[in-house]
């Protein structure tokens, strides 16, 4: 015999599995999102779920997956967290030879610019930074300079990536840092005016030239795996 059969309308589906999803979310307390390397996981309470099943991210850029890669700009660059590039002289790097691991200040010869906090060997480079405080100042706050110059994740507010101070490189008397050699090389490769350019329009676009957003807490390894700064991933 004939059989009465009932369709849903169409898109009900959908719909329903929507909100079976919606709940389940609600009912686990939080959204873990997947980051490179880590995750952050932001709670439940700080994600809203509109009527037309649109999410709003949390307010703290830091913590939404719009820029997963990045760190809050509150965790590399607070001039509280400690001196610049971790201590690192960085009027030695244009007399250090190329390759040659970073040297650290000492709390003996320190100034300040910017309200950063920065320290040196000797009297020397300290005096010649005083004199010319940008021309020492690291390209890009000094964060990886190819990241910075390639990835279009990093802004002002989700900076990072973290850099390593014995991973260097001076370029038409400019200071770079980088987070691996890997990084370093590949910045050096193919067209570098093109890739300074970029970077220099993605930088510029983020600190204008009244402002000095310089990296303060977030370094990575230094060239014997010992850990040098890096903030937390918990």
Known sequence: PDRLVMRAPRGFGNRIRSAVAATFILSIGLVAHRTSPFSIVVPASEVLIAADGAISKPDDPGKTWSNPKG????????????????????????????????????????????GYTFRFLNNKNMKAFGSMPTSYLPQF??????????????????????????????LDDKLYFFMFDTTMEKFQKGNMSATVKTGNERWDAMFDDTEYGLNTGCYWYNNTNEKLVHMSTE
């Not at 700009?73 to 607070?78: F, I, N, P, Y």
């Not at 201590?87 to 003996?108: M, P, Q």
């Not at 990886?144 to 001076?170: C, F, R």
Request: charged share 20%; proline share 5%.
């Open 71 to 114: 760190r809050h700009q509150s965790e590399c660059m607070l001039t509280t967290t400690g001196p610049a590039m971790d201590g690192y002289d960085l009027v030695e790097y244009f007399s250090l030879e190329s390759g040659a691991n970073g040297r650290k200040g000492t709390e003996e010869f320190e100034s300040t610019f910017a």
């Open 141 to 170: 706050g000094g964060f990886d300079a190819y990241s910075i110059s390639e990835d279009p994740w990093y802004t002002a507010d989700t900076l990072g990536p973290g850099a390593n101070p014995n991973v260097w490189k001076i």
